[in-house]
């Protein structure tokens, strides 16, 4: 059964399905011993109940120390946990959310890519097109350059019509 199912998760991450793993790992555990666990004693530890179930199946859970199977008992479900929170908090866990630097950092970048297009663009003295405000966002400084895109293209066609 738990064999099925890692088969299926197979395209999940390996944070998921270890963790979802680890997290079930006490009570599958518990099954497994009270199937085919022995007690000290020989008694099988199905048989058993109460205190008496409990202690033998941290004894064969820890391989014959009860304090190590109580540890693994308590510690697994809590990196099963541990493992599920880092995948919840997906591959750039520890950046914020909004980076002040990142808007800034593009329009950066536009006004770069925007310089190096001016460079191989012909000059032509007689027309000079200038924005009248500044853009306060990437989007508004591309809507002036799609405008200025716009505007040079009208100036080169009245030029070739010979309207100028």
Known sequence: ????????????????????????????????????????????????????????????????????????MGTLPVVGGLLILNWLSGPDHGSPILDPYEDAWKEYEALYELEELKKKVEKDPDHTVRTKNRASSLGQLESQFQALEVEHDLYLLKKQIGMM
């Open 1 to 72: 059964m738990a064999l099925g199912y890692l088969i299926r998760c197979q395209n999940m991450d390996s944070n998921l399905v270890a963790g979802s793993a680890l997290m079930a790992s006490p009570a599958v555990l518990k099954a497994t011993a009270s199937t085919i666990g022995l007690a000290k004693t020989g008694t099988a530890i199905g048989a058993l109940n109460g205190a008496a179930q409990a202690n033998a199946t941290a004894a064969w859970v820890g391989l014959g120390s009860m304090n190590l199977g109580m540890f693994l």
